[in-house]
């Protein structure tokens, strides 16, 4: 399905990572990968699911450092010439701000969360778009808590309400160029970014609990989501935000 076609994931680091999942599921439709990882501390985690998934990029990445963006599209454009997809699996709030109440958030906090979590996603559009010479596809990762209030999502249900905004506008804006623009909800997954959620135990066990199925998805599950998004199959779709939370959000 995604044979020719060629990706840049962001966000992979671990193998328990959504980054991760679909970007196996990518490569195993035939698709070619460029990935970033954060750091050189990240690094040998991300190397090796790099390596099993045959990525021909492996590329450093911290979006808070000045010109960072740049330098991987720029070798993307070197390497390929062009570009087919982007995933944007990357979010962050700082911890003291998180875990408090949206109204004491700090204004440093609330604006670093939004660049990173927001903000790069639109630089990557910016980035992506004229590699995108034949159309392409966007995805970025969101949560139930963007809608509805979350117990202990806090800062982050705001932040990534926004993120569900830029989908819509980023899609209104680049649909003349045959590129769509999609953000995926998940359900709560036990990934390490997850770790950072205060009583996070609490939202799988609601996810289990209030479900339909009275479970929770997998990476593999949004993986395959991701790859029918990024393909051709999707064509008519475009600034949707796509549950793949196992029916939860259906439930009062």
């Known amino acids: 399905m995604l044979k020719g076609k060629r990706g840049l994931v962001v966000g992979v680091s671990n193998e328990h990572s959504i980054a991760y999942g679909c970007a196996a599921k990518f490569r195993g439709f035939g698709a070619e990968l460029a990935l970033t990882y954060l750091n050189e501390k990240a690094k040998p985690f991300v190397a090796p699911l790099a390596a099993q998934i045959e ?20 070798a993307i454009a070197k390497e390929w010439g062009r570009l087919d997809f982007v995933l944007h699996s990357i979010a962050f709030a700082p911890s003291g701000d998180l875990h408090g109440r ?58 990534k309400a926004a993120l569900e905004s830029t989908t819509r506008y980023l899609a209104a804006e680049l649909a003349a160029k045959h590129i769509r623009v999609y953000a995926l909800s998940p359900g ?51 600034g949707d935000t796509i549950y793949v939370d196992a029916g939860l959000h259906i439930m009062a």
């Open 55 to 74: 990525s021909k990029l492996l590329l450093p990445l911290d979006v808070e450092q000045p010109g960072a963006l740049e330098t991987v599209f720029e």
């Open 102 to 159: 949206l109204v004491d958030s700090s204004r440093e906090g609330f604006e670093q969360a939004m660049r990173v979590s927001v903000h790069s996603f639109i630089e990557m559009a910016r980035l992506a778009e004229p590699l995108m010479t034949e159309g392409g596809a966007l995805l970025t990762m969101s949560y139930y808590g963007a809608e509805k209030v979350v117990n202990h999502y806090n800062m982050m249900g705001p932040v």
């Open 188 to 238: 709560p997954i036990r990934t390490r970014a997850a770790g950072g959620i205060a009583d996070f135990n609490e939202l799988v066990d609601m996810a289990e609990s209030r479900g339909p199925g009275k479970r929770l998805v997998d990476i593999a599950e949004i993986g395959r989501v991701a790859a029918f998004l990024v393909g051709g199959a999707a064509s008519g779709m475009t």
